[in-house]
């Protein structure tokens, strides 16, 4: 693993420079290839201040192991001898997405999803040790179609983790992640959903029927499909008549010949309506830039 930072020049307007600040060995075996890495979230701002900040980050390997790595608060710095490591264990499979997930009372676990179409979640104790609190909880993919390759937490609903997946099944799923394991919602992109990235959340009441819209638009990379821009949508209803989730897409682009692996945004947020969207393609070398316009969607789940 490898540190940088991004430095600007201060005599060069708009002139910057990536700078190599260290090396990492994050795994004593080079056949091992290392898929993902996360870093570890910062406590909310209304969090204790009693409590020591963990700065570290999450790695995992192709052979399906997990290590999550902390830094020695000893240390200013990150270095090879000021970090130390928890290995998690799996089946041998590839691990293609890590997510960490903090709730507001600082609780901390780390989602992954494997080519054996499974969502593990670990949590970990917020003492200075900074161990794995229980066992890991594993759903031993009874409910995806493919390997899972993104996972994007939502919130929490009734104690429980909302997660948004996407799957080699060109599924995205609603996922509460939870004692109770349900799909609350899912939809078919047309492509093996490779990436989520969350763009913004929105929170509007809607007077006509006294309920609350809470909406997640979200970029996604889809593989051969292209790129998608998608709209989560979760109508909260009075407490006893439970709450209804959905899936709408947005905008799609459709030009590339091959993979499609990565994409983003630029946002004008004097503009929200608008957003400037970048996607490549893998075998084709090719980079397009497209507009996707966005409107209020406040169409109910079905």
């Not at 899936?247 to 010949?257: G, L, R, S």
């Not at 980079?287 to 789940?301: L, R, S, T």
Request: overall charge negative.
């Amino acid at each position: 693993m490898s540190l940088y930072k991004i430095e600007k020049h201060p005599h060069s307007a708009g002139s910057v420079s990536i700078c190599l600040l260290n090396t990492l060995r994050v795994r004593d075996d080079d056949t091992k290839l290392g898929l993902f890495l996360a870093w570890i979230p910062p406590f909310p701002v209304e969090a204790d201040d009693s409590v020591t900040p963990i700065v570290g980050f999450a790695v995992s390997f192709s052979d399906g192991q997990i290590s999550v790595f902390r830094k020695d608060n000893a240390y200013p710095t990150i270095e090879q001898e000021s970090i130390k490591e928890i290995c998690v264990e799996g089946m041998p499979i590839e691990v293609w997405y890590l997510a960490f997930q903090r709730r507001d009372d600082g609780q901390l676990s780390l989602f992954s999803g494997d080519d054996f179409n499974q969502v593990r979640k670990i949590t970990f104790t917020n003492d200075p040790d900074f161990d794995i609190d229980s066992v890991p909880m594993n759903d031993r993919g009874r409910y995806h179609e493919g390997g899972v390759t993104a996972i994007l937490p939502l919130c929490n609903q009734d104690g429980e983790p909302i997660i948004l997946t996407g799957s080699y099944d060109q599924h995205v799923r609603i996922y509460q992640f939870g004692v109770r394991k349900q799909v609350l919602a899912d939809s078919n992109l047309g492509g093996g959903v490779w990436r989520l990235k969350l763009l913004r959340v929105e929170n509007n009441s809607l007077e006509t029927s006294q309920r609350l819209l809470t909406s997640y638009l979200i970029l996604a990379s889809c593989m051969h499909g292209g790129a998608r821009v998608i709209s989560v949508v979760h109508y909260s209803r009075h407490p006893e008549a439970g709450s209804t989730w959905g899936i709408n897409i947005i905008a799609q682009f459709t030009e590339h010949k091959s993979m499609n692996y990565a994409s983003d945004v630029w946002q004008n947020y004097d503009e929200p309506s608008k957003l400037l969207c970048l996607s490549s393609s893998f075998y084709d070398k090719r980079i397009c830039i497209w507009e996707a316009k966005i409107q209020n969607d406040e169409k109910q789940p079905e």
